[in-house]
């Protein structure tokens, strides 16, 4: 009789031993049966890709954390316990998956240095397999992606969204490459990256974009050729941020290189459109009037169109719009000073013209140089918006040309500008 009564002590002892083994607060778990194998998880293709490759964000709803496992290991694979201590708001209920995830480093612009948030590591899923008891439940792995500790955290599961085969959205959209997945210097191929632009910028899931690097100014007015380094998919969405994956590269992708939204595909009607006016030797994008050409006795009974009205001279300028120190959205002013301007461009959407951007003296000549570069784009973004067609130019002189030299706030604010240039004026 003695001996199974001191078995039982020794796995008191040890259970207990166990239990104080886990960090504060956490509560040793039930021991028991574990529950039916969950159906499996039906993820691959693209919406695996883009679940892997997390995301930055400030921060994400904790649900639990991780405060043991059933054995000492050192790596944990599909099919493997762990016991998460839960928030008693987090309603777990067995067969709940459970998204496993760790806040990475902390992702900074490039080149403004705004703080964007901590990158989101996304390290796998879990199937809750028993009742909460003492706020801890046991889970299977069914996803193991990365390295799992305790201390990692889980979120509700939600499945990632579909991601379009093919670009859906048009009009430009420029930003800048601020991270990658991997800590690493550059990234290529097949990689994950991810850019300053987002949901709020008008980017959707599928959109591709060039990765361009700048070509080195050679003086005010002549630089080298920009450089196509790349093309990337975006396959997952924040507010302020999107995760793309590379598709191909020709050289090493850099931190801080520019990425422009490419146009999407033609259409089928598009593409034969474009087709047939190539074989009959008109222009892309003629109108086209039958496959046939148009008789002459047809040609001599069209009526001469009325001689226009005779243009009015443009003016060399439009009004200057303003920003606050080390920004670049557009206030209110500023935007009402844009819709003025949108009205006259629509009504001489033939001229072309050149947005030029600028920064007041403070900082270095590259930071204000992609300043007035922002600068620049968001006023384009915003004219297009409002139905301008015209042809467009983007510059940045950054601090280089300022119109007010005094060193103080009101010459300072004269210097934070966009200038509109009409060419051929």
């Not at 008109?282 to 001469?304: D, I, L, N, S, W």
Request: overall charge positive; hydrophobic content about 40%; glycine content about 8%.
């Amino acid at each position: 009789m003695g001996k199974p009564r001191q078995k039982r002590i020794w796995v008191q002892v040890l259970v207990v031993v166990w239990g104080l083994s886990l960090p504060a607060g956490a509560v040793t778990p039930a021991i028991a049966e574990d529950a039916p194998a969950p159906p499996t998880l039906n993820l691959a293709g693209e919406p695996s890709i883009a679940f892997q490759g997390g995301y930055i964000k400030s921060s994400e709803p904790v649900s639990g954390v991780v405060v043991g496992a059933r054995y000492f290991k050192q790596l944990f694979g599909l099919g493997d316990v762990l016991y998460i201590r839960v928030l008693p708001a987090a309603n777990v209920r067995v067969g709940d998956r459970l998204t496993l995830y760790r806040p990475s480093r902390q992702v900074y612009h490039p080149f403004t240095q705004a703080r964007l948030g901590h990158l989101m590591v996304i390290l796998g899923i879990l199937q809750v397999t028993t009742e909460t008891k003492d706020n801890v439940v046991s889970t299977r792995i069914e996803r193991a992606f990365d390295s799992i500790s305790p201390g990692d955290f889980v979120m509700p599961f939600q499945p990632p969204p579909e991601v379009p085969a093919h670009q859906t959205t048009s009009g430009p959209v420029t930003g800048v490459i601020v991270d990658f997945k991997q800590a690493r210097q550059v990234t290529a191929q097949s990689e994950i990256i991810y850019i300053d632009r987002g949901e709020t910028d008008g980017v959707a899931l599928g959109d591709r974009f060039s990765v361009i690097r700048p070509g080195r100014r050679l003086s005010f007015t002549t630089k080298n050729p920009d450089v196509v380094l790349a093309e990337i998919k975006v396959i997952g969405l924040q507010p302020r941020t999107a995760t793309a994956f590379v598709l191909k590269t020709t050289d090493a992708i850099h931190r801080g290189d520019i990425v422009s939204r490419m146009a999407p595909p033609l259409s089928k009607e598009e593409a034969k459109a474009e087709q047939a006016a190539k074989a009959a030797g008109a222009p892309a994008g003629a109108p086209m009037v039958g496959a046939q050409p148009t008789p002459p006795e047809a040609v001599a009974k069209v009526t001469p169109p009325e001689a226009p009205a005779p243009a009015q001279p443009l003016p060399q300028e439009l009004e200057n719009v303003y920003f606050d120190f080390d920004k670049w959205a557009l206030s209110d002013q500023t935007k009402k000073t844009l819709t003025a301007h949108a009205e006259f461009l629509k009504q001489n959407a033939q001229a072309a013209i050149t947005i030029e951007g600028y920064a007041d003296e403070r900082g270095s000549l590259e930071y204000n140089r992609v300043l007035g570069e922002k600068r620049a784009l968001e006023v384009r973004r915003f004219l297009t918006e409002l139905g301008v067609s015209n042809p467009v130019t983007v510059m940045s002189f950054g601090k280089t040309k300022p119109i007010c030299t005094e060193a103080d706030e009101a010459c300072y604010a004269k210097n934070r500008r966009v200038h509109l240039v009409i060419a051929g004026s």
